[in-house]
Nanobody
Framework: QVQLAESGGGLVQAGGSLRLSCVAS????????MGWFRQAPGKEREFVAS????????TYADAMRGRFTISGDNAKNTVYLQMNSLKPEDTAVYYC????????????WGQGTQVTVSA
């Protein structure tokens, strides 16, 4: 089992920045890829970005590319999501998740952290 704990959410004005953190209880072969997702009220959960622990390979959803940056600190088992130029439509609960590098299904999820962007 892998426990994930997000932090760093909050209220920010449009144009502002936030950095989310996700601490993993441990790293395993089954949790080599860490991802960020978000879910806005009344909408389906959507992919934001992912990073592979080994090698640091990153992927982004097109809508977030250029504004959001995912990074990882291997020594701290922590993944970050730096969010800049935030917009009201970025308001959502942001979730951290992990999956095996050999699969596509994310098996472990955090509880989420609320991000609210005011106009």
């Amino acid at each position: 089992q892998v426990q994930l704990a997000e932090s760093g959410g909050g209220l920010v004005q449009a144009g502002g920045s936030l950095r989310l953190s996700c601490v993993a209880s441990r790293r395993t072969v089954g949790s080599d890829v860490m991802g960020w997702f978000r879910q806005a009220p009344g909408k389906e959960r959507e992919f934001v970005a992912s990073i592979k622990w080994s090698g640091g390979y990153t992927t982004y959803a097109d809508a977030m590319r250029g504004r959001f940056t995912i990074s990882g600190d291997n020594a701290k088992n922590t993944v970050y999501l730096q969010m800049n130029s935030l917009k009201p439509e970025d308001t959502a609960v942001y979730y951290c998740a992990s999956r095996s590098m050999y699969g596509t299904r994310y098996n472990y999820w955090g509880q989420g952290t609320q991000v609210t962007v005011s106009a």
